[in-house]
């Protein structure tokens, strides 16, 4: 599974997976949604997040939950 909208870059928030380079990493989108946050809270409060972005965050902690192999693009 290719995940285009997680990236990772050393130099980015020490290397954690983020959105798409933005320094917003994977696992604050998989917190506030654990914490009761909906998606429609999250975008208003972080405009620069695209339904999409939570979307494929999600698809990755499925993936890291199935443990399968990533490729980041």
Do not use: Q
């Not at 909208?5 to 050393?10: E, K, S, W």
């Not at 959105?19 to 998989?30: H, Y």
């Not at 998606?39 to 499925?62: C, F, G, M, R, V």
């Amino acid at each position: 599974m290719k995940l285009g909208r997680i990236t990772v870059d050393p130099n980015i928030c020490s290397g954690k997976p983020c959105i798409r380079g933005l320094r917003f990493p994977v696992s604050r989108v998989l917190g506030l949604l654990a914490s009761g946050e909906t998606k429609e809270s999250i975008l208003k409060a972080y405009p620069y997040l695209e339904p999409e972005d939570i979307d494929e965050a999600l698809k990755y902690a499925t993936c890291l939950a199935e443990e399968e192999i990533l490729e980041f693009a």
